[in-house]
């Protein structure tokens, strides 16, 4: 009868925790940022990495730091709704000191909602909040005058590099999309299903379609 008794309060909490709508210990939980594998990226000599907490490092050739920032406390500042439990799970560095990428909020109101930001050096220039990306592989590429994501509503999606507004969205499928590129001639390149490869023009148009296999 004991053991039984022991059973049922076990049940009990994991049911407690468990539950969408009793939330105590999930809050225990959200107090830290989940961990995730660092991302880096490098541009000339300098390498940026970001931390599980949502920090952006800056480092020279030998090791030594130039400056950090803490992406959720930028955030915060613009947005006060904003949650401080931000994943980083993107960078993509330029020449320049300009970096771009993409974080994911944790918890709060927009909970499981993507973030596209833009760094220069350590001073957030802009962020936005994106279609949720395609997770198989890379979803972001950088042009001269644009940021590309590809999103796993099958679309591809522009955004100005100066402020962050969307230019335009290029509907390539249904489903999830390949890692887009983008050649020196500005063309953004990008795979659907049945492996597709579609050519877009710089100003969001159809330049052509073939079958790569």
């Not at 030998?62 to 803490?70: F, K, L, P, V």
């Not at 890692?179 to 795979?191: F, N």
């Amino acid at each position: 009868m004991r053991k039984g008794l022991i059973v049922l309060v076990i049940l009990f909490a994991l049911l407690i925790c468990l539950s969408p709508t009793l939330t105590s210990c999930r809050s225990q939980r959200s107090t830290q940022p989940l961990l995730s594998v660092a991302p880096s990226a490098a541009a000339g000599n300098d390498i940026y990495v970001a931390d599980q907490f949502g920090n952006i490092r800056a480092l020279r050739s030998d090791g030594s730091e130039q400056w950090s920032i803490s992406l959720p406390d930028e955030v915060l500042k613009r947005d006060s709704t904003a949650s401080h439990d931000l994943r980083i799970d993107l960078l993509a560095a330029q020449s320049g000191g300009k970096i771009f990428g993409l974080a994911t909020q944790l918890t709060g109101r927009d909970a499981g909602s993507t973030i596209l930001f833009a760094l220069e050096a350590n001073r957030l220039l802009w962020h936005i909040v994106t279609p949720y990306p395609d997770q198989g592989g890379n979803p972001l590429a950088i042009g001269s005058n644009a940021v590309y994501v590809a999103a796993q509503d099958g679309a591809l999606y522009a955004f100005a590099r100066a402020d962050g507004k969307q230019m335009w969205k290029y509907q390539v499928s249904q489903g999830p999309l390949g890692s887009p590129t983008v050649g020196t001639d500005g063309t953004i390149y990008v795979t659907g299903p049945n492996s597709n490869l579609h050519a877009i023009t710089p100003e969001g148009k159809q330049r052509w379609v073939v079958r790569a296999r």
